[in-house]
């Protein structure tokens, strides 16, 4: 056991020790990409980037793209206010959009966006499938079911509206954003941070209602393959 406990914790030294070590690059975005930086030339970065996998191939990174990098512990700002190419921000004022872009992709889950958009994309296939008493009654009806139902009526292409509705329409509500989402807590209030939050939330909320309101339907195709009459 002691053997055990000394071998992990000597891994976990070297691992963090590794982790230190590494050169990293911020995009403008709030991505970071970590691996081994080789060079910087007037419209790129160069480095050996390391992926989920454990593979390590090169790879280029546009500048116009990049706020900064870290080689060696030094960091080097590659951003620029420049009107000409559309940086109408402050190097501090990007930095701070930056830093907030990098918070909301770490820590914002838009977990309720995922379920309701779920909850209202099945909710649109099962309704979909609702035969009117109506319709059967009507002398042009021409079918199997002498009443009304769900599960009784061929789904149709209305609950495709439901994920671009909602992905477009959860672009629109603001929020605000709460302290336990804030990793950079000292920039509490700063405009620009809360404007990089927001920017990358709104892309999450959107993905999110589109991945949910797709996947309930599906759901709903599946229910009414199950249990249509």
Known sequence: MKVFLTTFLF????????????????????KVIRGEIKGADVDFINLKELDKKGRVYDTKIEKYRVFSYTQGGMETVVYQQNDEFNNFLTVKEAKHVSLGSYDARQNFKPHFVFWSSFALG?????????????????????????????????????PVL???????????????????DMIQKHLLND???????????????MLGALKGSVLGIAAGMVTYAVFKP
């Not at 891994?11 to 709030?30: K, M, R």
């Not at 439901?162 to 336990?180: C, N, Q």
Request: charge should be positive.
């Open 122 to 158: 099945l909710t649109a296939s099962i309704w979909d499938t609702y035969l009117l008493q109506k319709s059967i009654d009507n002398e042009a009806y021409i079918g199997p079911h002498t009443s009304g139902g769900f599960f009784k009526s061929k789904p149709s292409l209305f």
């Open 191 to 205: 405009v620009d941070y809360y404007r990089g939050f927001h920017r990358i939330a709104k892309q999450k909320r």
């Open 11 to 30: 891994t976990v030294l070297v691992f963090n020790a590794y982790s230190q070590e590494q050169d990293s690059l911020i995009l403008l975005n709030g």
């Open 162 to 180: 439901a994920p671009v509705i909602l992905s477009v329409g959860w672009s629109f509500p603001s929020f605000k954003v709460k302290e336990k």
